[in-house]
């Protein structure tokens, strides 16, 4: 997105590509990451040239992967999500929040930086390239999540760690506003 070399299409479609190999829930991951590639072109921060290498990439990777299911298995991907034992609802819509044995403080920042980073997004969506790639890449698995997996809070383990890093980038520019007098006595409350 930043340099449009080659070499770093051909690295982020190969990753894309074994991390299919390691789990099958990345197949989600696949359309968010063709899609920001995709948008990435149409405002001429990506070149043709280097979708169609990041594509071919992660198809040259992840194919045999898929065709070797296809053929021992005789399906794609096994169903590993029991979708009718799903819970829709507020508390899981929250569950940051909700569920502090899992999430505690941190539940808190996450979900603060979710808000930040929608804000930050929509009022200047022209140069908002990093909040829109860690939106892109973890909110559409949240809307799946709570749609069809909400019983287990173990599957957000798959996108949690991009929300604490979109977490952290707002905590970090907090704290920059923050005169340096206070940091001390702000370091021994946190």
Same mark, same amino acid.
Request: aromatic share 16%; net charge positive.
């Given at each position: 997105? &930043? ?12 990753? /894309?590509? +074994?991390?299919?190999?390691? &789990? ?21 921060? /990506?070149?043709? &040239? ?11 990777? !992840? ?5 070797? =299911? ?10 590993? !999500? ?6 829709? =609802? #507020?508390?899981?819509? +929250? ?6 044995? =899992? ?14 980073? +929608? /804000? ?6 022209? @140069? ?5 790639? #860690?939106?892109?890449? @973890? ?23 991009? #929300? ?8 970090? &520019? ?6 340096? =007098? ?9």
């Amino acid at each position: 997105w &930043k340099s449009n070399h080659i070499v770093d299409a051909l690295l982020s479609g190969t990753l /894309i590509g +074994l991390g299919l190999w390691t &789990k099958n829930a990345l197949l989600p991951a696949v359309t968010f990451w063709f899609a920001f590639l995709f948008w990435g072109w149409l405002r001429k921060r /990506i070149s043709l &040239k280097a979708l169609i290498v990041a594509c071919l990439a992660c198809g040259v990777v !992840a194919t045999p992967w898929y065709l070797r =299911n296809l053929i021992e298995a005789h399906l794609l991907m096994p169903a590993t !999500a029991w979708t009718d034992q799903a819970a829709p =609802n #507020l508390s899981n819509l +929250l569950v940051f929040l909700t569920h502090p044995e =899992n999430f505690g403080f941190t539940g808190w920042l996450i979900l603060i930086g979710i808000v930040l980073a +929608l /804000i930050q997004v929509v009022h200047s969506w022209r @140069t908002t390239d990093r909040e829109l790639l #860690l939106l892109v890449f @973890t909110l559409p698995y949240f809307a799946f999540w709570w749609i069809l997996a909400s019983y287990d809070r173990r599957f957000l383990l798959y996108f949690l760690p991009i #929300l604490v890093v979109l977490a952290a980038g707002y905590g970090v &520019k907090i704290w920059g506003r923050i005169p340096t =007098n206070y940091h001390r006595s702000l370091g021994w409350l946190l």
